[in-house]
């Protein structure tokens, strides 16, 4: 009798431990939200800014500018070594279950909240579907253009399947630097005007990024996009954009 309860209580306590132990798993997919920084001119970051990181130690980001690469994490240190060579170093000020507090950049409490990473096959953070993130080196043909507006098409495909497959209440379409402005029941392509400033970076000239919001304009004006008949925006706008993807493989016949 007194090895049974000695073995219960031993049990207990070695399950009270472990839970005290349990450290937060890094190991998600980050979105900015807010600096707690009181001097507001030291922040850089929008809610469009994210940080990716996965238990094989594989890191995409966007801090500034897309990266992709492998992480490591020493004391408080988080390490992203991209594959350009280049190696960024953020301290963890905090972190916690669905929270993290990292200084990035001259913003010194820049505080992300995690959300379910993404399955790696429909990834919308990965970089095969942020190419269209990369800024062009030298002018791009009509081809070339189409393909980076596909590209740009085909990670809202992947994001809303994310954001579908997670049962997700809402997520942000406002932040990201597009072309495309989506209501709740539909999109339209924004004026060259109105376009953010980040998504022209992208263009080697402003002639180009005219020309690629014109051929999205004329896929509007010209294509008729069968809407699916759901009650789910997610469905809704998978469907969407995985047409808006077969519209920019050529011009109309």
Sequence with gaps: MKIKLFLILFISIASVSSCLNTTPS???????TYNSDTSLDKNTLTPANFLELRADKTFTADLGKFQSGRWNM???QLFLNAENGEIDILLVNELKSKEMQV???RASAANFDGQPLPKIEQ????????????????????VQLRKRLRNHCGFWVA????????ELGTVDVRSTPTPIKIYGNGFTIKPFNDLPVTWKQYFCDSADCAQANDILSEIVRSRTIAWAHTDNKYK??????QQMEQFLLSPKP
Excluded: C, H
Aim: hydrophobic residues 45%; aromatic residues 22%; neutral net charge.
């Design 159 to 166: 994001y809303f399947t994310w954001a579908l497959d997670n």
């Design 74 to 76: 020493k004391d408080q």
């Design 236 to 241: 809704m706008f998978i469907s969407a954009f």
């Design 103 to 105: 200084q990035v950049g």
């Design 26 to 32: 890094i190991n998600q997919l980050w979105f900015y």
């Design 123 to 142: 990834d919308p953070f990965s970089q095969k579907n942020n190419l269209w993130r990369k800024p062009a080196v030298a002018k791009e043909s009509e």
